[in-house]
């Protein structure tokens, strides 16, 4: 039990910040979102995949979250619903806030792609295998993305 203690807040320390950022993006929703790094975590120490490296545990985890997450969104009915203030809370600018809001607005899939492309930094073929699609999938995937966070960002700020 102990090392699965320590496994856990090894786990937390290094990766916790990261998986709670990408589900809250998805989530829209703090609790929601603090549920599933909780899920995540736990599916981690009952697993105890064996990795090749920091980087393959780290695409692991992120994997796992982001089906974590939809399967939460598969419960919802009602659009998204966030709190602005909270919002603000995980901008490292005030100026960003507006483009996090459009981003809630648009659609789950294509929100993931932006937020590992463009905020974690992952290749397009990395970013296939979290989700499990083609490269070509994702790339198509960040360009109507990109259309729809314009559209959004947009319709609610600049006009």
């Known amino acids: 039990m102990e090392n699965k203690n ?4 090894e786990i937390v320390n290094e990766y916790g910040d ?3 950022r990408t589900c809250f993006i998805l989530l ?4 929601d979102a603090q549920d599933a790094v909780q899920d995540t975590i736990i599916k981690y120490i009952k697993k105890s995949p064996d990795f090749k490296d920091k980087h393959h545990e780290k695409a692991w ?3 796992v979250a982001a089906n974590r997450c939809k399967d939460i969104l598969r419960y919802r009915i009602n659009h998204p619903k966030f709190d602005l203030e909270m919002l603000k809370e995980f901008s490292d600018e005030p100026d960003n806030t507006g483009i996090l809001e459009a981003l809630m607005q648009i659609p789950e899939k294509y929100r993931i792609v932006l937020t590992l492309y463009y905020v974690e930094e992952y290749k397009v073929d990395e970013i296939a295998k979290i989700i ?3 490269p070509s999938a994702v790339k198509m995937r960040l360009k109507k993305g990109r259309e729809l966070l314009e559209k959004e960002y947009r319709k609610e700020y600049l006009t």
């Open 6 to 9: 320590t496994q856990a807040e």
């Open 61 to 63: 985890l992120l994997r």
């Open 28 to 31: 829209s929703n703090r609790e």
């Open 18 to 20: 990261l998986i709670f």
């Open 132 to 134: 499990s699609k083609t």
